[in-house]
């Protein structure tokens, strides 16, 4: 597992994005494994600027996002806020879970089926919550772990809260299991802030469990974590 230390978030966000656009501009075809929330939102604002000023294209590109709110089309909206409406990705090459899908059993297993037709994920992107969760694999969920329903914890609830001032918070979610996250043949994790320092200590530790969804990162072959000064602070200590 490859670290790399920046300053701060806005570093962290430049060179996550100078490591997707390098693969966009040198790839016939890619499939990209998708993250939300606030981390990558700067990543995806950069991705966006060089993407206008090179002029180039995704029509090559597959997208894949790892999870989705049940009932919810919120990440769809984020997705098409902070990156969609940005680049000429065609529509049809744009795969999110559908959380508004009658059943949620098939859904699942179609967008397994679907990841496994496109040849599987070049790179996902993943962030990691503070309890150390991964996509929406919350303590407890088994690594072997395909998509799935998850009836997300207290405290992944309060730290999405926010995206929810004016409607009622989804308490279940579509997520990409840990297994399939693991068949992506490169992984780049994104750690931001003090709050993810333990998070980030414990992935380091070496020790595999289940109580901490990110550790079964630690046997995946291509992983890079891009974390700033205060997500690696308790390294720090360590060393």
């Known amino acids: 597992m490859k670290l790399i230390t920046v300053s701060d978030e806005e570093e962290l966000s430049r ?3 100078d490591i997707l656009f390098t693969k966009v501009k040198s790839a016939k075809r890619l499939v990209l494994g998708l993250a939300t929330g606030k981390t990558p939102q700067g990543m995806y604002r950069y991705l966006s600027k060089y993407s206008k000023e090179c002029k180039q294209t995704f029509q090559h590109i597959h997208t894949v996002n790892l999870d989705e709110y049940v009932g919810s089309t919120t990440y769809h909206a984020y997705m098409e806020e902070h990156l969609f409406r940005h680049i000429d990705i065609p529509r049809d090459q744009i795969h999110i879970p559908d959380g508004e899908a009658a059943s949620l059993i098939e ?11 496109l040849g599987g994920i070049d790179l996902q992107v993943l962030g990691i919550g503070e ?5 929406f694999n919350e303590p407890g969920t088994s690594f072997d772990a395909r998509t799935h329903v998850v009836q997300l914890t207290d405290s ?4 999405n809260a926010k995206y929810f001032v004016d409607s009622e918070q989804p308490k279940q979610a579509i997520t990409m299991g840990i297994g399939t ?3 992506s043949k490169e992984i780049l994790l994104l750690a931001i ?6 998070a980030v200590k414990e992935l380091f530790k070496g020790s595999l469990s289940e109580d901490i969804p990110a550790t079964a990162l630690i046997n995946h072959p291509n992983v890079t974590v891009l974390a700033d000064k205060g997500a ?3 390294l720090d200590k360590e060393s």
Not at 131 to 135: A, D, M, R, Y
Not at 156 to 159: I, M, P, R, S
Not at 193 to 198: H, I, L, P, V, Y
């Open 156 to 159: 992944t609830l309060k730290a």
């Open 15 to 17: 060179i996550a994005a």
């Open 193 to 198: 802030g003090e709050r993810k320092a333990n």
């Open 181 to 183: 996250i693991l068949e």
């Open 107 to 117: 859904e699942c297993s179609k967008y397994e089926q679907m990841i496994k037709e």
């Open 131 to 135: 309890n150390g969760h991964i996509g």
């Open 232 to 234: 690696r602070k308790l």
